[in-house]
């Protein structure tokens, strides 16, 4: 009783920190919110090199300077992973019906009706890389992300309808789906643009959370928890820059080239330089056709009725999806929103929700 009492009176006195670490290929972005009294006194942003997708010795040093700075510290990331994903119910029986593992993964319930989960070896891994920091508290599946935008934005929707919300930035994407406001529908694409950066993240195969290996032909007709990867219609990054430079075009089906029409059809007037433009359309084909199948995916899956999809926020990180919004409102006809987001700080707010100090 003691003990409560002293702890009570030396709270308002006490500082907290929150980091939050959103890795981007070689770097990362760092964001450091400090509390005193439940009241936020400090907000930091900084930079640093992520050598293999590890922390670099100035950022570890950074953070120690912050765990003695400050009387409690909090660590937080997300899961740069496709083996992530969301199911839209919270019953043991329906993971074992959609092939999934539970001794693989660490699931979060989001409310009564839905579970997010992850790979738990793609979380062991991060947990390793960040052993010299004394470990990290906090490692959030990118579903998590967006269900906190969810509840946090107001989109001015009806809980009645389907709604979409895209999380996009230069190195992934991830569309999250809403049905009747429950949580039911998630998949993601990484776009492996840079040959180091990819390296850095985490490949454990997929097999690793389904009882099956997935070839090309499941991923084509994939059920909500399924993954849709960055080969959906191309083998890997390397085709797709042969597609775009290839001068033969008996090489490609219709398809392809119609998919590149569209992307020229839909991308806005841009001032950049050839190789940065090319690499934007490699990037946004990569993206449309993942759209695409996943909203197939949403449409034909048997098992949770799917309304048709009107609306989607594109949560955007980088000040670049206004090429996706245009392609969505015309190809897809579901009329788009943007907002800007800044993840780092995402990821404190997330910490500071779950540690409820």
Known sequence: MIAKIIAKSLF???????????????????????????????????EFEMPRGAPSQAMVEYILRLEKRYTYLYVATSLASINQGVIPSTDTDFFRKMQIETEN??????????????????IDEIREKYEEVYGIDYIFPTESLIDFSRRNINLNLREDEAFAILLYDKNSATLAIYQDDIFTYSSHIIFDEDEDAS??????????????ELGDDILESAEPIMTASATDDFGSIEDLNDFIASDDSSNFDNSAANELAVIEDTLPEMDLADDARQSNIRRDMLLFSFLKNSFSDFYKNENFYSDFVEKIAILDTENFAKSVAEFVKKELAIEPIILPIEIPTMLCDLAYEEAAL
């Open 105 to 122: 993964i660490v699931s979060i319930r989001t409310g009564e009706r839905s579970t997010i989960y992850g790979s738990i070896f793609d």
């Open 199 to 212: 390296e850095n993240l985490p490949r454990n195969d997929i097999s690793d959370i389904f009882e099956s």
């Open 12 to 46: 308002p006195l006490l500082r907290v920190a929150y980091v939050g670490i959103y890795p981007k290929g070689r770097v990362c972005d760092l964001a450091v919110k400090i509390y005193q009294n439940r009241k936020l006194i400090k907000e930091e942003r900084r």
